[in-house]
């Protein structure tokens, strides 16, 4: 585990996967910092010292940011429903512990997973470490918070060597780019990911969701490098969004000159001052540009540098997944008869059982945003292209839904096709295509 000590701080900090310090840089005027802190003892027993014992630390962070919100906890009421609405408002929320061998620190261990859920993240992805809670090492912790990492100095250059190309970032304009961008798509991958250039428009175009940057060659004005994200939201809460890097292509030319990590750290950094943003992935759901990094044609250690984790078999963290492609033309209808299912258009007294599904799926799918496109497909006059089908043995194996997307619905612009059905009820021959997922 690599940490990072200045020598003179008493505060430590162990890791910052996601790159979030300094903290300021990743928040907007208006975001809200929740600090939680136990209800413990004074260190200092001084009669002149009643205020509580981490208030230096919050007015200490409230230099930089105006709002901080400190909002104790204790361990007879525990994380309240109050502590809850801070929760789902703040952009960042730090939680403070004060030990983990008593029983009081695997207490508030315990609280800090309930306050990890209520904010719907993976993990904790900064954590920091200080000998106690005295006011110069809250300080301390706080220096280390808002500060800048120190980094390693740079080779001093030879007096001939030129000074490193500068790349200026473009934010991309459908009528303008379209054409240049489709060419670059197809000078960039193979042919089995090529699209023809109103598809790929169409996946482009996300007025509201999408945020697509361009870099030009500055001396001839020719497109040499492209990035696509969008965001969607991740259930039914209405604030809490995933933020996806669909796309980062290159020309061969160009490569090796810093223009793939120039787009991918100004996109990383632009996603994650979205307000509501708490997980960035490569790769993209809705629309379904591509999923992943596809395998065999991506540079993974060029990812993995960049503190993606690519190594591990858990969806979301290098697992490979499969996108299958189905004709249905090719294939006969099955007789679902003998299973007991019947399939219909779904209705407006639908809508409750279809929303409601398709959020506890997007959950239980590492938030990957379904509940977004089925939500706004049920709100539209496409309703009927979503089938839904029930029987004698749904209770068996739970309601299922077969969603058929077609060609004049919004929602065939999503690229995906999602098939649940009861096991062993009938084989179709499919055909796939691999990628792998990072997150």
């Given at each position: 585990m690599s940490t990072i000590q200045s020598q003179s701080s008493p505060a430590t900090l162990l890791w910052d996967h996601q790159d979030l310090i300094p903290l300021q840089k990743n928040l907007g005027e208006e975001d809200l910092v929740l600090l939680l802190t136990p209800a413990v003892v004074p260190l200092d027993q001084s009669p002149t010292n009643a205020s509580d014992p981490f208030e230096p630390l919050g007015k200490a962070l409230a230099r930089t940011h105006p709002w901080i919100r400190h909002v104790p906890y204790s361990k007879e009421r525990g994380i309240t429903d109050i502590h809850v609405a801070f929760i789902k408002r703040a952009r960042v929320v730090i939680f403070v512990l004060t030990g983990f061998s008593t029983e009081e620190g695997l207490f508030q261990l315990e609280l800090a997973e309930v306050a990890r859920e209520g904010a719907r993240a993976d993990g904790f992805p900064t954590l920091i470490q200080c000998p106690g809670y005295f006011v110069a090492e809250l300080q301390a912790v706080a220096v280390l918070l808002t500060s800048e990492r120190p980094t390693t100095e740079a080779t001093p250059k030879t007096r001939n060597s030129p000074p490193p190309p500068t790349w200026p970032?473009?934010?991309?304009?459908?009528?303008?780019?379209?054409?240049?961008?489709?060419?670059?798509?197809?000078?960039?991958?193979?042919?089995?990911?090529h699209l023809n250039r109103s598809t790929l428009g169409s996946l482009l175009k996300r007025d509201?969701?999408?945020?697509?940057?361009?870099?030009?060659?500055?001396?001839?004005?020719?497109?040499?490098?492209?990035?696509?994200?969008?965001?969607?939201f991740t259930d039914s809460s209405g604030d809490r969004l995933i933020g996806s890097i669909a796309a980062i292509i290159v020309h061969k030319d160009f490569r090796g000159q810093g223009v793939g990590r120039?787009?991918?750290?100004?996109?990383?950094?632009?996603?994650?001052?979205?307000?509501?943003?708490?997980?960035?992935?490569?790769?993209?759901?809705?629309?379904?540009?591509?999923?992943?990094?596809?395998?065999?044609?991506?540079?993974?250690?060029?990812?993995?540098?960049?503190?993606?984790?690519?190594?591990?078999?858990?969806?979301?963290n290098g697992r490979r997944v499969l996108d299958w492609l189905l004709r249905f033309a090719d294939h006969p209808v099955p007789d679902l008869a003998s299973a007991g299912l019947t399939f219909r258009p779904c209705q407006l007294k639908d809508y409750?059982?279809?929303?409601?599904?398709?959020?506890?799926?997007?959950?239980?799918?590492?938030r990957f945003g379904w509940y977004d496109q089925y939500a706004k497909t049920m709100d539209s006059c496409y309703m009927n292209d979503i089938a839904s089908t029930n029987g004698q043995n749904t209770k068996k194996f739970g309601d299922k839904l077969l969603d058929v997307w077609r060609n004049k619905s919004q929602a065939s612009k999503f690229r995906a096709l999602i098939c649940i059905a009861k096991r062993g009820t009938t084989q179709l021959k499919l055909t796939s295509t691999s990628n792998r997922v990072g997150q």
């Open positions: 970032l473009l934010k991309w304009d459908y009528d303008r780019d379209l054409p240049e961008t489709h060419a670059l798509w197809e000078a960039c991958l193979p042919s089995k990911f509201g969701y999408a945020m697509h940057y361009l870099v030009r060659e500055p001396h001839k004005g020719e497109s040499i490098g492209f990035c696509a994200t969008f965001t969607t120039f787009l991918h750290d100004e996109v990383v950094r632009k996603l994650k001052n979205i307000r509501g943003v708490g997980i960035t992935q490569l790769g993209s759901t809705f629309p379904r540009l591509l999923y992943g990094l596809p395998v065999g044609e991506t540079d993974l250690e060029w990812f993995e540098k960049l503190e993606w984790n690519m190594k591990e078999s858990t969806l979301g409750e059982k279809v929303v409601e599904m398709a959020n506890k799926e997007s959950q239980k799918k590492y």
